[in-house]
């Protein structure tokens, strides 16, 4: 009898597949050519600026995001190699090269830039756990001015994730439950809270902290496999 190998990784990458996908995900185009398996790597593009952007990988491949439809699925891509892109907004344009490890998901997002223009953040996560029953809740920091990203409870001391670095994500897995949250930043509450309504079991959420005018803002992304 033959031995059967099981590669644990790329069953942590089906499971974690299967813990994000809604009942329902609008197809977006192919944009990048895909790896083996077992290096499963993934990209997303998002949105957090006012206006329509417009993402334009290669000659032909074009994808629009608008605040209405502000992200993208996961998209599997090759790791370790060159992935190049352009986003365009409000007239101007910006270039993107970013390379993914295996096993990493990596956002690129156009953002504020504080100073009334916009530029392209990059966030990057290596996730670790997934569950049917539970709901993972992330905290994505974009925003350079924003130290110790800090998500609490809302109007309670309580702390659901903190110390979110520039370009990283602090993740933890929460009971599936109607939640308010505040964000601070400096040690400063940062806005008013934001609701994110009732959080289904099994389902991934990235808040992307951006800049806004003087402060900061969150911005909830729900993580959508294609």
């Known amino acids: 009898m033959k031995a059967v190998v099981v590669n644990v990784k790329h069953l942590f990458l089906v499971g974690l597949v299967a813990a994000v996908l809604p009942a329902t995900v609008l197809a977006a185009p192919q944009l990048y050519e895909t790896g083996p398996a077992e290096d499963a790597s993934f990209v997303r593009f998002v949105t957090g600026v006012s206006g329509a952007v417009e993402v334009v990988v290669g ?14 699925t996961w998209q599997s891509v090759r790791a370790r190699v060159a992935l190049k892109a352009t986003l365009q907004h409000a007239g101007g344009k910006q270039d993107v090269e970013v390379s ?7 956002t690129l997002a156009a953002i504020p830039n504080g100073q009334g223009g916009w530029l392209v953040g990059v966030g990057r996560e290596k996730p670790q756990d ?6 993972s809740l992330g905290l994505l920091n974009m925003a350079k001015g ?3 990203a800090t998500l609490k409870l809302a109007g309670k001391d309580v702390v659901i ?34 609701d994110l309504g009732s959080l289904r079991a099994g389902s991934r959420w990235t808040l992307l902290v951006l800049p806004e005018a003087k402060s900061w803002r969150l911005m909830p992304v729900l993580d959508r496999m294609p």
């Open 146 to 148: 924003c130290a110790d």
């Open 100 to 106: 993914v490890q295996p096993s990493e998901f990596v």
């Open 59 to 72: 000659r032909n491949a074009r994808l629009p995001l608008d605040p209405q439809n502000a992200s993208t």
């Open 161 to 194: 994730v903190d110390k979110a670095q520039i370009g990283q994500v602090e993740r933890r897995m929460i009971n599936p439950v109607s939640l308010g949250v505040d964000l601070f930043c400096n040690g400063q509450k940062a806005q008013e809270a934001v």
């Open 130 to 135: 997934f569950s049917a029953h539970r709901v």
